[in-house]
């Protein structure tokens, strides 16, 4: 059995691993009219849609983050990182950051 053995029950658990990977999300700001209501500019207007409004929202790193499972999640983490392509294999960075820390600790008295 490895040091991280899986569980299946969350009352049995010590650790909580939150795994999340890089996520952008696009959005527009502005205001649109929509064409059940009623506008307050005259019909002969055109409303443009503006691609400078265009935004890009959400963080584009990876995430690894350690909790202790007695507590919420909404918790300090024992431990996190976040990384550009942490996650991407074959190397994933952050796991093995993670792991090369805990070894590290495991060896001082």
């Not at 506008?39 to 400078?52: F, H, Y």
């Not at 690894?64 to 942490?86: I, K, M, T």
Request: hydrophobic share 35%.
């Amino acid at each position: 059995m490895g040091r991280y053995p899986l569980v299946y029950e969350g009352n049995a658990a010590d650790l909580v691993i939150l795994v999340r990977t890089a996520q952008v999300l696009e959005g527009r700001g502005g205001v649109a009219i929509g064409q059940h209501q009623p506008s307050p500019l005259p019909p002969d207007v055109p409303i443009v849609e503006d691609d400078r409004q265009r935004d890009v929202m959400g963080s584009g790193q990876d995430l690894l983050a350690v909790y202790d499972a007695r507590e919420s999640l909404d918790s300090a983490p024992l431990w996190q990182e976040r990384g550009a392509h942490g996650l991407k294999p074959p190397e994933i960075r952050l796991v093995t950051d993670f792991r090369r820390k805990v070894d590290t600790a495991a060896q001082q008295p």
